[in-house]
């Protein structure tokens, strides 16, 4: 509420009371502000990634993911796991091998 009351451009956004104003959009459509969840309105699937969005999103601060808990959260500890490599070809054939030494003698 402190972080609305000190905006320089919070009458466009908000009333006198702090309720957020209901404008419609060029198209006339008018949205409300929570009226759809996020994995709705993200029209995303992936519950991991819509949670951790959710945690840096928190609007109050005491709220939100510090720094720690984000790259704590499981959407990123899954993402910095190695996946199994994707090629059925011998693993060492994959790089060739070393040139070998040059005799100049």
């Known amino acids: 509420r402190a972080m609305v009351e000190q905006a320089s451009r919070r009458k466009m956004f908000f009333d006198s009371s702090g309720a957020p104003r209901i404008v419609a959009n060029s198209r ?3 949205r409300r502000p929570a009226s759809k969840d996020m994995a709705s309105a993200l029209r995303f699937g992936d519950q991991a990634f819509v949670s951790f969005l959710q945690g840096c999103l928190h609007w109050d601060k ?9 790259l704590q959260h499981e959407w990123i500890t899954d993402a910095a796991t190695p996946a199994a ?8 054939s994959q790089h060739p091998p070393p ?3 040059h005799n100049f003698t």
């Open 28 to 30: 006339g459509k008018k």
């Open 99 to 101: 040139p070998a030494p």
């Open 62 to 70: 005491k709220d939100r993911f510090t720094p720690d808990q984000a």
């Open 85 to 92: 490599p994707r090629s059925t070809r011998d693993p060492s």
